[in-house]
């Protein structure tokens, strides 16, 4: 059964970095990957936010209008590990971020509901 773990969420001040990590088990699965985010308070039926996607192979990565200048998404294809590098961090960057896998081809903008299967979400707060 394929899973998707992700971690590394933290309360940082503003200004300040986090790595985000999305390991999917098991290993010998290979897929494309998303990372979406939802704010505070956001409706439970208002899709999440995407953040960034990258292919298979890492060749091509997508990321969102916002994260264009902060947010690095990359993937160690040994560890089977997908990140989110995220810089300077902002107050609005303040949510829960999902990984999500899909077999479906990237481009941008990349969709919601192209991805097939979510993890449980690691929190990101940034606060001063």
């Known amino acids: 059964q394929v899973q998707l773990v992700e971690s590394g969420g933290d309360l940082v001040q503003p200004g300040e970095s986090l790595r985000l990590s999305c390991t999917v088990y098991?290993?010998?699965?290979?897929?494309?990957i998303g990372w979406f985010r939802r704010a505070p308070g956001t409706p439970r039926e208002r899709e999440a936010e995407g953040v960034a996607c990258i292919t298979r192979s890492g060749a091509n990565r997508f990321y969102a209008d916002f994260a264009k200048e902060r947010f690095i998404i990359s993937r160690d294809k040994q560890k089977n590990t997908v990140y989110l590098q995220m810089n300077d961090l902002r107050h609005n960057d303040t949510g829960i971020y999902y990984c999500?896998?899909?077999?479906?081809?990237?481009?941008?903008?990349?969709?919601?509901?192209?991805?097939?299967?979510w993890g449980q979400g690691t929190q990101v707060v940034v606060s001063s």
């Open positions: 999500a896998r899909t077999s479906h081809s990237l481009s941008s903008p990349f969709r919601v509901g192209w991805f097939e299967q």
């Open positions: 098991p290993f010998t699965v290979d897929y494309n």
